[in-house]
């Protein structure tokens, strides 16, 4: 029996195949910085939350470096190609807080890029030094590619 007129033929309708789905931006994995810095985000909940590690090429303190937690959240309604997302570090060698923004592109070439700004809390010791314990600045990650 064929198929009502209504229907469209196999493979032609709707947008449901891959090829017509905009490339992703997924979060999860490995990343590198224009500083060197390296960070592992795990795997994004239902709800946004995601957690991982950041290892910084560069500190602001003479501390020895150590790899740090981190916590984000990406935008829940933003889930469909390049979403907005923030996470935190907590840096584990030092008094200092970083908070990143930023938003999951797939450049023209395909590949994945974070365009984030962040600010690093410093602690200070008194009031009187509020004004300068906060630094600003972009960083740009890119996906480090899985060795074989
Ligand atoms: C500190 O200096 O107290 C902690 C390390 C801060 C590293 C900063 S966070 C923003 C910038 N991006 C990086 O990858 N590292 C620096």
Known sequence: VPPPATLPAPGLCCGTNSQSLPPQCVLTGRWINDLGSNMTIGAVNGKGD?????????????????????????HRTNQKSQPTFGFTVNWS????????????????????????????????????????ATRVGINIFTRLQSQK
């Open 50 to 74: 995601f957690a991982g590690s950041y290892h910084t090429a560069v500190s602001a303190t003479t501390n020895e470096i150590q790899v740090s937690p981190l916590q984000g959240s990406q």
């Open 93 to 132: 060698f030092s008094d200092s807080v970083t908070v990143f923004t930023g938003q999951c592109f797939v450049d023209e070439e395909g590949k994945e890029v974070l365009k984030t700004m962040w600010l690093l809390r410093s602690y200070v010791d008194n009031i009187k030094n509020d004004w300068k």
